[in-house]
């Protein structure tokens, strides 16, 4: 599974489309996505964004699209890129990016099993 967060409202417009993405893609040719693992290192980019945002839950081994795990950061890490739209049935789940007082990411009950890398 990998995950893609975005605006709760932009998710509304997207979930009953049989794809979504096409903005991510023209705007940096693939959709950025991460692994549960490393989920806690881009979560705070979110920090800052006052919407209520969801966590899309995605099975990689449905998607149509190709995905390329790669370091673009030259990071030491490699994260998922999908080369293409994402089709609505590859989503396994939306849950809510949670956040505590100071707008922290706290992990989802749903991942306290994966080990945070």
Partial sequence: MIL???KKSTWE???NKEYWGKRNIDAEGFIHCSTIEYFWRVAPNFADVEEEL???CID????GAEVRYEDGDNCGR???HVYGMINNDAVMTVLPFLRDKDGIWQKNTEFSDVQDK
């Fill in 4 to 6: 893609h967060c975005m």
């Fill in 13 to 15: 417009t997207r979930k």
């Fill in 60 to 63: 990689e081994n449905k998607l």
């Fill in 78 to 80: 490699e994260y998922p």
């Fill in 54 to 56: 969801v966590l899309i």
